[in-house]
């Protein structure tokens, strides 16, 4: 990573992430998306959502009842390009990235990064994971962290999955079990 005083914060972070995947799309597809944006939800989770994705050819195999197609086409990609893009954005926040979710839809043609980062600097970190990077994940998965209420009523906690050394979060972010494979190192 990049010396602390270039991190960037705000504004400028989501300039600098919107337009580093704007340039990986433009590179990789040969196309820059039609639109693209990037949000902080909260003091964590970052968001950016490109629309008007596809190229012509993914567009005609659609058009032609192809989607699956062009949908598996563009999970393998993701799944390739994943830590490129992580790279980016903890070069960019000076943040580790603790989880990163990637998909796509076709109606309306959109595609969405979301990045869950470990907490900045200054922010309270009661959860613990300020320091966890995705090299010790392993280790800290294998560390029981069902709380004894929860061991009592033989429930899991709410949320978390470790999946191949990253954290997935079930419930509002929930993916199908074919894209559970797309968090793993």
């Not at 597809?29 to 039609?34: C, N």
């Not at 012509?56 to 062009?70: F, G, L, N």
Request: charged share 25%.
């Amino acid at each position: 990573m990049l010396a602390p005083a270039t991190f960037l914060i705000g504004d400028e972070l989501l300039v600098a992430v919107t337009e580093a995947m704007v340039a990986f799309h433009q590179r990789y597809h040969h196309r820059k998306p039609v639109t693209a944006k990037t949000l902080m939800l909260g003091d964590d989770l970052l968001a950016c959502v490109l629309g008007g994705v596809y190229t012509d050819v993914e567009k005609t195999m659609i058009e032609i009842q192809r989607s699956t197609i062009v949908q598996e086409t563009r999970n393998e990609f993701q799944n390739a390009m994943q830590d490129k893009f992580i790279k980016a954005v903890e070069r960019l926040s000076g943040r580790n990235v603790l989880a990163f979710i990637s998909d796509h839809h076709v109606g309306p043609d959109i595609e969405i990064e979301l990045f869950l980062l470990t907490p900045d600097r200054t922010s309270d970190d009661r959860v613990g994971w300020r320091n966890l990077t995705r090299t010790n994940l392993a280790s800290w998965k294998q560390t029981d962290h069902t709380s004894p209420l929860q061991k009592a009523s033989g429930g899991s906690r709410a949320g978390d999955v470790l999946s191949g050394g990253r954290l997935h979060w079930r419930g509002s972010c929930v993916q199908p079990q074919a894209r559970a494979r797309r968090l793993g190192p």
